[in-house]
């Protein structure tokens, strides 16, 4: 068994760099390379206007706004979120995030492994 504790701050963000996506950073905070089976934990930053694409996968998403506020697009809904929610995607629907409002917009966003 492996053991990990670290603070978020000590974990290297990542830009997201694919199409679509503008202003959001990553940082895996919990994967397979600390021994995790079946989930992966991470955190997110989007800055003021900055969103993610439209876009789908086979997996579920569940994620927990931290701070800021987004819009939240998932099939043919959406929805203003801020600090506090929790929010899941199910998979293979259409879905995306975008900050609508004027601070960073901080959540957590754990997926299980394909299995």
Request: aromatic share 12%; with cysteine; hydrophobic share 35%.
């Amino acid at each position: 068994m492996r053991f990990k504790v670290a603070h978020f701050t000590e974990i290297k963000a990542a830009k997201v760099e694919e199409p679509g996506y503008k202003d959001i950073q990553v940082k895996w905070l919990i994967t397979k390379d600390e021994g995790a089976k079946n989930f992966a934990m991470r955190y997110f930053e989007v800055k003021p206007k900055g969103h993610s694409a439209h876009h789908s996968h086979i997996w579920e998403h569940e994620v927990f706004i931290l701070d800021g506020h987004c819009l939240v697009e998932c099939g043919d809904q959406e929805k203003r979120v801020g600090p506090g929610y929790a929010i899941f995607i199910p998979p293979n629907i259409p879905h995306s995030f975008r900050n609508v409002g004027d601070k960073t917009l901080k959540f957590l966003c754990l997926i299980p492994y394909e299995k």
